[in-house]
């Protein structure tokens, strides 16, 4: 009978976290050339998390502003299509990979992720509005 009950917990352990590896399939973190070949795709939705003043400051083309710190970001962020591609960046990762994560429990299927945030991509020389 212990053999049995150390089995089953071993089997739980082991699902649990297979599964939360199964959950983040659907962020994938991005480089910036990998960005920009997404930007070509039709439909995909471009999303700064920074807040407005960051955003004047410059943005990707394209780019939609849903400020991370508005009261309102959590509904903010459900207008968005579901089904389509949603690229996300901030300033250097860290509120977009937390938006992806949001994303991702309101059940976004394709959700990408700009490593390093707008700071790698005006580093690389890359074009801001």
Same mark, same amino acid.
């Given at each position: 009978?212990?053999?049995? /009950?150390? +089995?089953?917990?071993?089997?739980?352990?082991?699902?649990?976290?297979?599964?939360?590896?199964?959950?983040?399939? %659907?962020?994938?973190?991005? $480089?910036?050339?990998?960005?920009?070949?997404?930007?070509?795709?039709?439909?995909?939705? +471009?999303?700064?998390?920074?807040? *407005?003043?960051?955003?004047?400051? &410059?943005?990707?083309?394209?780019?939609? %502003?849903?400020?991370?710190?508005? *009261?309102?970001?959590?509904?903010?962020?459900?207008?968005?299509?579901?089904?389509? *591609?949603?690229?996300?960046?901030?300033? $250097? &990762?860290?509120?977009?990979? #937390?938006?992806?994560?949001?994303?991702? +429990?309101?059940?976004?299927? #394709?959700?990408?992720? +700009?490593?390093? &945030?707008? /700071?790698?991509?005006?580093?690389? &020389?890359?074009?801001?509005?």
């Amino acid at each position: 009978m212990k053999h049995v /009950s150390i +089995l089953l917990i071993a089997v739980l352990t082991l699902s649990v976290f297979s599964c939360k590896d199964t959950d983040r399939t %659907n962020i994938e973190v991005v $480089s910036t050339q990998e960005m920009q070949a997404l930007l070509k795709m039709d439909k995909v939705q +471009l999303v700064d998390v920074r807040t *407005p003043k960051e955003f004047k400051s &410059g943005y990707i083309e394209t780019a939609q %502003n849903i400020d991370f710190f508005s *009261p309102t970001f959590d509904e903010d962020i459900l207008k968005l299509d579901k089904d389509k *591609p949603v690229l996300l960046y901030c300033k $250097s &990762g860290g509120r977009s990979a #937390k938006c992806a994560e949001k994303l991702q +429990l309101a059940g976004f299927t #394709k959700i990408y992720d +700009l490593e390093g &945030g707008i /700071s790698r991509w005006k580093h690389e &020389g890359l074009a801001v509005k």
